[in-house]
């Protein structure tokens, strides 16, 4: 079905394994394109742009969570009228809802 192959990285200019394993993963998430860039170009990229994310100009506001009284920061102003929780107990009650 899929075999292996190499391509040639458009930022760095080497050549890097397409594995069989990696193309049938992209067949099932419905990629149409090869990756263009190697393993390390990609990660590079991923994490200057990580770096340069909004996200970080963002002003956090501290706050206690409503579930185990943990000091908490959150990226949004509480107002009071509802509960607002930690990271954790956020994950926590998130994961639950879904089940």
Do not use: I
């Not at 963002?58 to 943990?70: E, I, L, N, S, W």
């Amino acid at each position: 079905m899929f075999e292996d192959k190499y391509l040639v990285c458009k930022d760095c200019g080497n050549e890097f394994l397409f594995s069989a394993s990696e193309q049938e993963f992209y067949a099932e998430k419905g990629f149409e394109n090869e990756p263009g860039r190697c393993p390390e170009c990609r990660r590079a990229r991923k994490q200057q742009r990580n770096g340069n994310s909004r996200r970080d100009d963002r002003p956090m506001f501290k706050t206690v969570c409503a579930a185990c009284g943990q000091e908490t920061t959150v990226p949004f102003e509480p107002t009071g009228d509802r509960p607002v929780y930690c990271r954790d107990c956020f994950q926590a009650r998130r994961s639950r809802s879904y089940r």
